[in-house]
């Protein structure tokens, strides 16, 4: 069954305080891997886009990376403004998108 | 370059009543897809459109219903209201079969 999940549910961090967040997969025929941004109350912000292992992509802050099984969200020297909901998504054979349920990112000052 | 649009962007309605919520995608993309947000389920797919066609179908019951215009504009249809039903509801439009940018959502409150 293809299905996407994230972990952990919530992160609480420090200002600065470095981590990472993971989504792990199990789709048939990997067509993407997307990261967003959530707010609450408003629609996901479009992050990045990874296609392949070993793809890595960079914005500010965040650093995400693929590899067959699995992307991670690294987030370095985190800012309370970074604070958020991070989904991930993978879109799979037949143009069909699955959703992680997302990890809720509380970054304190 | 706008972005997805959506209206209204909060509506109230009652059970028993059905609701249309629209969706302009970015200018040149030719796919719309719409899904449900609520805390407990996440994300959830209903459906897409591409050239007017419906291409893809989440797993919701037949009162929800969509379609699209020669524009691409979106339009998503619940008939029939639940209290259930409430949720925020996103619309995505994206070139064809990549990235998919998201509205600012429709807040859907069902008394």
């Given at each position: ?42 629609g ?36 309370p403004?970074?604070?958020?909901t ?16 997302g990890?809720?990112l509380?970054?304190k000052? | ?16 009543q ?28 209903l ?13 919701f019951?037949?009162?929800f ?25 996103l ?21």
């Open positions: 069954e293809d299905q996407v999940t994230q972990s952990p549910e919530a992160l609480r961090l420090q200002e600065g305080e470095s981590s990472s967040l993971n989504c792990s997969y199990t789709v048939s025929g990997l067509r993407g891997l997307f990261w967003y941004r959530q707010d609450p109350g408003k996901p912000e479009f992050l990045f886009t990874l296609y392949s292992a070993g793809e890595e992509k960079e914005k500010e802050r965040l650093k995400a990376t693929l590899t067959k099984k699995e992307s991670f969200l690294h987030i370095t020297a985190p800012k403004e970074d604070s958020a991070y989904l991930c998504a993978v879109q799979a054979d037949f143009n069909k998108f699955y959703f992680g349920s990890t809720k509380n970054v000052p | 370059k706008a972005g997805v649009t959506q209206t209204p962007r909060y509506l109230i309605k009652t059970r028993g059905q609701v249309t919520l629209s969706c302009s995608p970015i200018s040149g993309h030719r796919s719309v897809s719409w899904y449900q947000q609520t805390p407990g389920q996440g994300l959830q797919f459906f897409e459109y591409f050239s007017e066609t419906q291409r893809n179908k989440g797993n019951p037949g009162r219903s969509g379609r699209q215009f020669s524009n691409s504009r979106s339009e998503m249809n619940v008939s029939t209201l639940e209290l259930g039903d409430s949720a925020l509801y619309c995505a439009s994206s070139l064809g079969s990549d990235t998919q940018y998201f509205g600012p959502g429709t807040r859907l409150t069902v008394l």
